[in-house]
DNA sequence: CCGTCTCGTGACGGTCCCGTGACGAGCCCC
DNA sequence: GGGGCTCGTCACGGGACCGTCACGAGACGG
């Protein structure tokens, strides 16, 4: 489930936005100032981040820029100003794109979309199928197989691997896992991966009391080791 | 110098679009219908499209899916029709972005520049693994390892080594280290970075006794040298 | 050469982290 | 409504890890 980051002080427009956008799939965090933004995505990381210009405190351009620093999110203007000069300079901050309140859903959602498959993708279409050893998932056909007989996951424990082989060899915190599992607006206990990290492990891995890929990095979080 | 091609029926408009994108810095060729366009980028592959949807013969959005399928070039669909429903049925064919006509020069140019940074700038960001003799750290799978073999870290020896490691050569205090890895708030005896030091040592150095890295700087503290 | 200071290291008790089993609630399909 | 499945919470136990201390070796200055 990607997420999605709302910086946009209007609290009608940023709720109206949020609905439209989970309504899309989005796990939605939205927040009324460029500061609380900043400190949002520092703290969970967004997939994507949509920054109103006319913003209280820091405005737009100046949180832009700040995220760029962070990183390559990609970022996609709000705005009501129609104005060519507003438009250079909120991509010359480093925005992606530029769109004029009101917006149409559909439109705003079709470019996120568009954003987003330039932005992960970079062409190459993924192999779809990958192999960790003997585990090899297949996220197409929501299934597992582990040697050549197929396990049976739970959605929880799917998404949980699927996750975790999105990023492998990384390590990934707990909160990290909660925010791309369970979505941005869960405040779940962390203890929760544990226990579903625990299911997991007795389903795809041989010796599940010795891992061999759904490993504990202690103090940091989980991995998958290819 | 960046090639674009222009795919735009319209003599005047196609011939405006090209001086004023030459200006800018591109090398331009332009054709006039979606066919001419899909050989000419056959031929020539360029870096950035910019098409128009009205075409005769094939339309646009056609033109778009075809070179879709031809490689991920940047599409930017630049037409008289402001309308949504179009905005989203041709980014769902492929296109990148979506301007209307009449387009101001400079912000076509900056979102050109935009997508440009995106398309070519998602290729992978640096390894950020480094390299000390044999010890190679690998920050993101939090792994360490020493010649070929991977070495276990506790968490505490792990960030000291990247602390350490973030300021290679350079002389960090034993106040600095606590101050780092185990924060500003904790007022420590000095020595537990001794210790911590020692057990780092006995894991990553060939002889710890004579440490090839991790060195001591007698009176003033710890460094790391490359 | 000797006293003092600094650093390395082994041992040990306490703490916190993680794995796991148990249990109740919600959900869906018979 | 009952049974199976899945999920989230909790508590417990074991072990990894940490911080402290003490002792000894080596470095440095006089």
């Keep these: 489930m990607p997420r999605l980051l709302i910086v946009e002080d209007d609290d009608r427009i940023r709720l109206s936005l949020r609905l439209a956008l989970e309504d899309e799939g989005y796990s939605v965090r939205d927040v009324p100032t460029a500061e609380a933004g900043l400190a949002e995505h520092r703290a969970h990381p967004a997939d994507l981040v949509l920054v109103d210009l006319m913003l209280p405190g820091m405005d737009g351009f100046d949180c832009i820029r700040a995220m760029r620093r962070l990183g390559d999110v990609p970022i996609v203007v709000v705005s009501a100003r129609d104005d060519t000069h507003d438009v250079v300079a909120a991509l010359e901050a480093g925005a992606d794109d530029y769109v004029v309140k009101p917006v149409a859903v559909k439109e705003l959602s079709a470019r996120l979309r568009a954003l987003r498959r330039r932005a992960s993708g970079s062409g190459e279409d993924a192999p779809k199928v990958r192999r960790f050893g003997e585990i090899e998932l297949r996220p197409e056909a929501g299934e597992v197989l582990l040697g050549d007989e197929q396990v049976h996951l739970t959605r929880t424990e799917f998404r949980l691997l699927c996750e ?31 226990v579903h990290i625990g299911r997991l492990r007795r389903k795809v891995e041989r010796d599940p009391a010795n891992p061999a890929h759904v490993l504990t990095v202690r103090g940091l979080g989980y991995k998958l080791s290819p």
Tied chains: 1, 2.
């Design 164 to 194: 975790l082989a999105d990023q492998t060899g990384r390590v990934l915190s707990r909160q990290q896992l909660l925010d791309r599992v369970w979505g941005y607006d869960v405040y779940g206990d962390e203890r929760l991966v544990d």
